[in-house]
Every structure is written in structure tokens, then in C-alpha cells.
Nanobody, 124 residues
Framework: EAQVEESGGGLVQAGESLTLSCRLK?????MGWYRQAPGKGREGISC????????YVVDSVKDRFTISKDTAKATLYLQMNDLKPEDTATYYC????????????????????WGQGTQVTVSS
């Protein structure tokens, strides 16, 4: 059974907003968001520590994307504002097996659990 499950992707127009959700079916762990555009490698977007007190968002989207976590619901969110066509990608949620969040953790991408991905398409 999948330990993380994303939802909330879809087709939007440039400038619109979208919120992705990811439910963690395990004890609270550090979590992260990644994306992969067609023909490109996986890109780490954002991470949060297990209790939700430390977050990191990459510079390329930090003015538009916000990560948050409802620890009671064990659900991770990615609020994406002012979406651009270059944000088009499959977005993946990842979780555990560690508790922290840092740029190094995000770049390492060695989370234990990965979701199946949710597609975000932004039309111009």
C-alpha cells in the first residue's frame, strides 16, 4: 500500500493558483515536493521537517510556492500561485526516513516513500 498519495493536480491557465495535497499514511516524517517536466530530470522544489517548523523552497519558485503541513492530518500541501507554463510537470510527494529538512536533503532526494505523482499543466 502506498505510504504517500498526492492529489490536486490539473490544468490551469498561466497566472492561476493550485494547491497540491499529499497524505502520509505513516507516522509524521520529513516530507518534500519534487517535479519532473517532460524530457528533464527530477527537480527538488521544497521540503519540510517532521513537525513542520523548518521549511525550504528553492529560489526559482520561492516567491510563488509555499509548503505547509497539517501534522494532525499528516497531510502536506504545496500552494502554487502565479503559475507559469514552465511549471508544467508531474509533481511528486516524498517522505521519510528522516526527520529534517535542508537544501542538502532536498537535493539528495533520498526519501524513503514516493507517491505516484500528480500532473500539473499550465497553459499560456
Amino acid at each position: 500500500e502506498a505510504q504517500v498519495e498526492e492529489s490536486g493536480g490539473g490544468l490551469v491557465q498561466a497566472g492561476e493558483s493550485l494547491t497540491l495535497s499529499c497524505r502520509l499514511k505513516a507516522d509524521n516524517l520529513a516530507m518534500g515536493w519534487y517535479r519532473q517536466a517532460p524530457g528533464k530530470g527530477r527537480e527538488g522544489i521544497s521540503c519540510i521537517n517532521w513537525i513542520g517548523t523548518t521549511t525550504y523552497v528553492v529560489d526559482s519558485v520561492k516567491d510563488r510556492f509555499t509548503i505547509s503541513k497539517d501534522t494532525a492530518k499528516a497531510t502536506l500541501y504545496l500552494q502554487m500561485n502565479d503559475l507559469k507554463p514552465e511549471d508544467t510537470a508531474t509533481y511528486y510527494c516524498a517522505a521519510g526516513g528522516f526527520l529534517s529538512c535542508s537544501p542538502e536533503r532536498l537535493r539528495g532526494g533520498d526519501y524513503k516513500y514516493w507517491g505516484q505523482g500528480t500532473q500539473v499543466t499550465v497553459s499560456s
